[in-house]
């Protein structure tokens, strides 16, 4: 007796920007069980670039065309622009269709929630897509967290930096509240999130947020101060306008410490063109590998070299496949989404009032 092989599931992807196009694409059509079926963008240029990229895929210039044919999908990706996160997602949920959010899933931890609500109602998974969980510096550092490497981990030090002296305009760097934007809401809640992931819920925020940059509208230079339950504290940097860029990670514990320069390959190969395969996908050269020990400066060569454990964002959307399948357990859900929106709206009153803000 043969067994029949399932379907892959019908994926509709709203938005077809950087997002869309650089990540969620590239990776759903990368996943075993996945198709990407429809790619739901009004602008002309970007509907011939998926067709390009996507031959077989259908396109529509509004996501409403997406929910009258609810039922010839399987899932909806929501990759528009931030303020669209909420009632684009809402209405996938009402139609049925289980969602994966882009971060930040909302504006609120309210919004958040009630979006979490919702799905639970409905019984349908909502994910949130924060893929930097799966970075390879990420990655090796929770493995060296879990295996006792560092002892009692006392100050995490992250930072996502960049040099962008000049304002590139855009709905992500607009001063519009409504439009969710500045680097608070945006890279703010991927160290945000792994912080939390690493050191579980916090209790205190502190942060300074200004505006550096002429003509720049929105926070581009951010720093946070977390106090977690267990008395970690983690000291997160979020830029675009760092001249010298610091170490991507900082760990210092009661064993050793552990430092890491640079960035992840994962971004640069897909923006590159690059797809997710077996040979070598995530893999950083030695060069670039981390040094842990005590009492020796990195920068001259102190400490012993971490192999970089190679980063695998093609693991998020596995995982999407595997709970909408099996059952298996959300990848990244509302709820934790919610927790580090807390934190992000704490800082934003933090860093407005000068005061630190208890949760």
Same mark, same amino acid.
């Given at each position: 007796m !043969?067994?029949t ?6 994926v *509709?992807l709203?938005g077809? *920007?950087?997002? *869309? ?5 590239p990776?759903?059509?990368?996943t075993?069980?996945?198709t990407l ?5 009004? %602008?002309?240029e970007r509907q011939?670039q ?8 259908r396109?529509?210039?509004d996501?409403?065309d ?6 010839? =999908? ?7 622009? %931030?303020k669209t996160?909420?009632?684009?997602a !809402?209405a ?6 289980p969602v ?6 909302a ?6 929630r009630?979006?979490a609500?919702? +799905?639970e109602?409905?019984g ?6 924060? /893929?930097?969980?799966w @970075? /390879?510096?990420?990655? !090796?550092?929770?493995?060296?967290v879990?295996?006792?490497? =560092?002892? @009692?981990?006392?100050?995490f ?13 855009? &709905?992500r ?9 500045g ?5 703010g809640?991927h ?6 992931? =690493?050191f579980g819920p ?7 947020s ?8 929105a926070? @581009?230079?951010?720093?946070?101060? =977390?106090t977690h339950? %267990? ?13 010298q ?5 900082r760990?210092l514990?009661?064993?050793?410490g552990?430092?890491?320069y640079?960035?992840?390959p ?9 797809r997710?395969?077996?040979d070598g996908?995530?893999?950083e050269e030695?060069?670039? &590998?981390?040094?842990i020990? +005590? *009492?020796?400066?990195?920068?001259s060569?102190?400490g012993s070299?971490?192999p970089?454990?190679?980063g695998?964002?093609?693991a998020?959307?596995? +995982? $999407?496949?595997?709970?909408l399948?099996?059952?298996?357990p /959300?990848?990244?859900?509302?709820h934790?989404?919610?927790a580090a929106? @807390? ?5 934003r009153r933090?860093?407005?009032?000068? $005061?630190?803000?208890?949760?």
């Amino acid at each position: 007796m !043969t067994s029949t092989p399932l379907r892959d599931l019908r994926v *509709g992807l709203i938005g077809y *920007g950087l997002a *869309g196009s650089v990540f969620h694409a590239p990776l759903i059509a990368a996943t075993e069980g996945l198709t990407l079926d429809t790619v739901v963008t009004s %602008n002309e240029e970007r509907q011939a670039q998926a067709r390009e990229e996507f031959p077989d895929v259908r396109l529509a210039a509004d996501a409403g065309d997406l929910f009258t044919r609810a039922g010839e =999908l399987d899932l909806v990706v929501v990759a528009s622009p %931030n303020k669209t996160h909420v009632p684009l997602a !809402t209405a996938a949920l009402e139609a049925g269709l289980p969602v994966v959010v882009d971060k930040p899933v909302a504006g609120t931890a309210a919004e958040a929630r009630g979006l979490a609500a919702l +799905a639970e109602e409905r019984g349908l998974l909502l994910s949130v897509f924060q /893929n930097r969980r799966w @970075d /390879n510096d990420f990655l !090796t550092l929770r493995a060296l967290v879990e295996q006792g490497e =560092l002892g @009692d981990v006392w100050r995490f030090e992250s930072r996502f930096e960049r040099w962008r002296p000049k304002p590139k305009g855009g &709905w992500r760097e607009s001063g519009d509240p409504a439009e969710i934007g500045g680097l608070l809401y945006d890279l703010g809640s991927h160290v945000v999130d792994q912080a939390l992931v =690493l050191f579980g819920p916090a209790t205190q925020v502190y942060a300074e947020s200004v505006v550096r940059r002429p003509g720049a509208e929105a926070d @581009d230079d951010t720093f946070l101060a =977390l106090t977690h339950a %267990n008395g970690v504290r983690s000291h997160l940097y979020v830029s675009s306008t760092a001249a010298q860029l610091g170490p991507r990670l900082r760990v210092l514990g009661s064993r050793a410490g552990y430092v890491k320069y640079g960035l992840d390959p994962q971004e640069a190969a897909l923006r590159e063109g690059a797809r997710p395969g077996p040979d070598g996908w995530g893999v950083e050269e030695e060069s670039l &590998w981390g040094r842990i020990g +005590a *009492g020796e400066s990195p920068v001259s060569g102190g400490g012993s070299p971490v192999p970089t454990l190679p980063g695998d964002y093609p693991a998020y959307y596995a +995982a $999407v496949a595997a709970a909408l399948r099996e059952g298996a357990p /959300n990848p990244v859900t509302a709820h934790e989404a919610a927790a580090a929106l @807390d934190v992000l709206e704490a800082a934003r009153r933090s860093a407005r009032d000068g $005061v630190a803000v208890r949760l």
